[in-house]
T-cell receptor
Framework: NAGVTQTPKFQVLKTGQSMTLQCAQDMNHEYMSWYRQDPGMGLRLIHYSVGAGITDQGEVPNGYNVSRSTTEDFPLRLLSAAPSQTSVYFC????????????????FGEGSRLTVL | QQQVKQSPQSLIVQKGGISIINCAYENTAFDYFPWYQQFPGKGPALLIAIRPDVSEKKEGRFTISFNKSAKQFSLHIMDSQPGDSATYFCAASMPYSGGGADGLTFGKGTHLIIQP
């Protein structure tokens, strides 16, 4: 199994450009999410999805859009890139979102490093 | 408001020593406490996790100690090796309540270096 696959691994944008970070998982996981990782800030949740057709905002959603048309794919869109969006982005998935006493291991992709000039 | 506070931010330990990373939380609704390990250029991966009904969990050289009354938990790495050099994140989780967050909160991470 490939697990969680992110593309591209590296990207340089100019301010105002748009782009989409791709994320695909082959584990039939219901839950998918996007995090950004910045030095000293840890992992911050951008958006997440509990299933196809359902998305919700996380801690830092401004400037990002998501959609979930299939179970496998969860793309992250930057409509007008800003230097503050320079970061490493991680997509993660889990079998399901915790709704009770069960636990859910998050499986992360290898990350997409984005630089906005 | 940071719900999970992790310290130290960075840590240097000699090979063979004990590495200790601490986390504290405020929300008593948290009921699952995982640690994630991240190597350079890779995504985080689950290392070990604990529930608050036990005070300690050990897997090989990695041990979580949990103090429910103090709302603190820590990761101990015994006989630390250069291959343990990585960033470690503590986290806390509660059952999803539909309130606009996914129920998992990460600490800010500890950059651990094990010197040969």
């Amino acid at each position: 199994n490939a697990g969680v696959t992110q593309t591209p691994k590296f990207q340089v944008l100019k301010t105002g450009q748009s782009m989409t970070l791709q994320c695909a998982q082959d584990m039939n996981h219901e839950y998918m999410s996007w995090y950004r990782q910045d030095p000293g800030m840890g992992l911050r949740l951008i958006h997440y999805s509990v299933g196809a057709g359902i998305t919700d905002q996380g801690e830092v959603p401004n400037g990002y859009n998501v959609s979930r048309s299939t179970t496998e794919d969860f793309p992250l869109r930057l409509l007008s890139a800003a230097p503050s969006q320079t970061s490493v982005y991680f997509c993660a998935s889990s079998y399901k979102l915790r709704t009770g006493s069960e636990t859910g291991e998050l499986f992360f992709g290898e990350g997409s490093r984005l630089t906005v000039l | 408001q940071q719900q999970v506070k992790q310290s130290p931010q960075s840590l240097i330990v000699q090979k063979g020593g004990i590495s200790i990373i601490n986390c504290a939380y405020e929300n008593t609704a948290f009921d699952y406490f995982p640690w994630y390990q991240q190597f350079p250029g890779k995504g985080p991966a689950l290392l070990i996790a604990i529930r608050p009904d036990v005070s300690e969990k050990k897997e090989g050289r990695f041990t979580i100690s949990f103090n429910k009354s103090a709302k603190q938990f820590s990761l101990h790495i015994m006989d630390s090796q250069p291959g343990d050099s990585a960033t470690y994140f503590c986290a806390a989780s509660m059952p999803y309540s539909g309130g606009g967050a996914d129920g998992l909160t990460f600490g800010k991470g500890t950059h651990l270096i094990i010197q040969p």
